[in-house]
Nanobody
């Protein structure tokens, strides 16, 4: 029903930068929250950053001051600007979106992207 397409992952040097993008499409009435999560082998998926349709943000402690989340509501797109990358930022990053579908009798959606690999290595 709601599809998320991610881009921007790849390889970066320690201290370098990457910008992730995630565009939502489908039968969407509104997207209340979009965010980024990450997961490494053997660990739980964890929140990196989230943003509401009104622009309120929430960051994990380990990225505060380094990462910035933003959105373009008109394009149903969320971005994650990652600066000062560290090797421990290496993970698969997943986009998430929650909101209302067009169908009035359908439940709220909670959709995930396919994940994009971010690798930080010298």
């Amino acid at each position: 029903q709601v599809q998320l397409v991610e881009s921007g992952g790849g390889l970066a040097q320690p201290g370098g930068s990457l910008r992730l993008s995630c565009a939502a499409s489908g039968s969407i009435l509104s997207i209340n929250v979009m965010g980024w999560y990450r997961q490494v082998p053997g660990k739980q998926r964890e929140l990196v950053a989230g943003i509401t349709s009104g622009g309120s943000t929430n960051y994990a402690d380990f990225v505060k001051g380094r990462f910035t989340i933003s959105r373009d509501n008109a394009k149903n797109t969320v971005y994650l600007q990652m600066n000062g990358l560290k090797p421990e930022d290496t993970a698969v990053y997943y986009c998430n979106a929650r909101g209302r579908p067009v169908g009035p009798w359908q439940p709220d959606f909670n959709s995930w992207g396919q994940g994009t690999q971010v690798t930080v290595s010298s």
